[in-house]
């Protein structure tokens, strides 16, 4: 068996998770990338997707829509802008953040404009991977 | 000499008071208890946040190209207040306090002769700057509708703050706001939030950063901003109600002395009158 590293998953208002886990995939800014223990120190943004752990309490999947992800060699901290269990993200509520980042994209001034449809086309995605799965 | 109707009246008024303020206390009790729990829930956010940001900052802030919310505009020229106060009043001096020390600081800046543009937060402290200093409002959020600080509410007023900062409205940002210490003590505290200070900013070289450095602060940063306002919205909502806490209790125990000391004057007033009677009795009987 692999050794765990703490993984812990924060968002402004609460601490959603902290739990021992052998691995964390966490959808960064610049591809998807997985924590194990000893990986190198990093910190990374996160783009709208799918987080998930494997902890010794079973897998665990979160829809994020950003923030950032601090991995050192024993531990992963992630500080999501807004995550939610995979079982609650409904459609409806998925619905709610595309509308949220289409209306961002529709203000966003020219030198934002692709990284909001970027975060656009990233929510979208991850809408048809949660309702598919 | 008010009369024994009087002076009944007046202590049945001052207990239904008491009643009243023993109540709001309560219900302060049991909201400072929910209120403290959301911001004990939120501290490690803000506290990785900040220890990231912090770090990031010591490495990337020097350079020329830093992001102008870490480096500021450049000049020193226009002041926005951000004044959290309370939407309900009944709360001790939890709203003047902020307010006296959100005049001190505007007042200050325009002896220096810098422009002071002010955005509230809650209507209580709109009402007491309103008549200084009216005419430097530039907004207004009104948090009435709001039952429970969320982290959305934050994101609201960051957004609004920044767009007004990109679009060049101002230079320097300060946050006002009470920061609870205890049901007693509540520190009024002025914050600055743009361009952001970090104290002890040690450099964290041994991190990988993915994008760059620079790409990751210039995201954080706005982010920074929501999250300081959010953990001043959540210190504020824990402080009003810990001031509204120990202003009703002293409402209480006065309540409480005022119908002793009614009480002694009524019963004082009360056996005047038997002996005044007892007197007229008497007399009218030796007069026979």
Do not use: W
């Not at chain 1, 050192?72 to 949220?100: C, F, H, R, W």
């Not at chain 2, 002769?113 to 009216?134: H, M």
């Not at chain 2, 600080?149 to 320097?172: C, H, K, P, T």
């Amino acid at each position: 068996m692999a050794g765990t590293l703490q993984f812990d998953l924060v968002n402004p208002e609460r601490r959603l998770a902290s739990v021992a886990a052998t691995e964390v995939q966490i959808p960064g800014a610049d591809g998807d990338l997985t924590a194990m223990e000893g990986h190198a120190p990093t910190i990374t943004t996160l783009r709208p997707g799918i987080l998930r752990a494997l902890t010794v309490e079973g897998v665990k999947s979160y829809v994020v829509t950003g923030g950032f992800a601090e991995i050192s060699a024993s531990g992963v901290s992630v500080l999501a802008e807004g995550a939610i269990p995979v079982e609650e993200a409904t459609g409806t509520v998925l619905d709610a953040i595309l509308a949220e980042a289409r209306s961002l994209a529709a203000i966003a001034l020219p030198q934002d404009k692709d990284a909001a449809d970027k975060a656009v086309a990233d929510v979208v995605a991850l809408r048809d991977a949660v309702l598919a799965h | 000499m008010p009369s024994l109707k009087d002076l009944k009246n007046r202590i049945q008024s001052v207990k239904n008071t008491r009643k009243i303020t023993k109540a709001m206390q309560m219900v302060a009790a049991a909201k400072l208890r929910r209120a403290q729990e959301a911001a004990e829930a939120a501290r490690p956010y803000a506290e990785r946040m900040t220890s990231v940001m912090a770090g990031l900052a010591g490495s990337v802030g020097q350079s020329a190209g830093a992001p102008k919310l870490l480096a500021g505009t450049g000049a020193d020229k226009v002041h926005l207040l951000v004044v959290m106060t309370s939407e309900r009043g009944l709360c001790g001096g939890f709203n003047s306090t902020i307010v006296r020390l959100a005049r001190a600081k505007a007042n200050e800046l325009l002896a220096q002769g810098k422009t002071v543009k002010i955005l509230t937060v809650g209507k209580k402290g709109r009402e007491q700057l309103r008549r200084d200093f009216g005419a430097y409002f530039i907004g207004h959020v009104d948090m009435g509708e709001v039952k429970r600080v969320g982290y959305s509410n934050a994101q609201a007023i960051a957004r609004d703050v920044l767009a007004r900062f990109d679009a060049g409205e101002f230079d320097v940002a300060t946050l006002f706001y009470n920061r609870f210490q205890s049901v007693i003590s509540q520190i009024p505290t002025a914050q600055q939030i743009i361009p952001a200070v970090f104290e002890g900013g040690a450099a964290s070289s041994l991190y990988d950063y993915e994008p760059s450095e620079e790409a990751i602060l210039a995201d954080l940063l706005p982010r920074g901003v929501a999250t300081q306002i959010f953990t001043a919205l959540l210190e504020n909502g824990a402080s009003e109600q810990g001031a509204r806490m120990s202003a009703m209790d002293n409402a209480t125990r006065n309540a409480g002395e005022m119908i002793t000391k009614y009480t002694t004057i009524y019963n004082r007033s009360r056996q005047a009158a038997i002996t005044k009677e007892l007197i007229e009795i008497i007399s009218g009987a030796e007069a026979l």
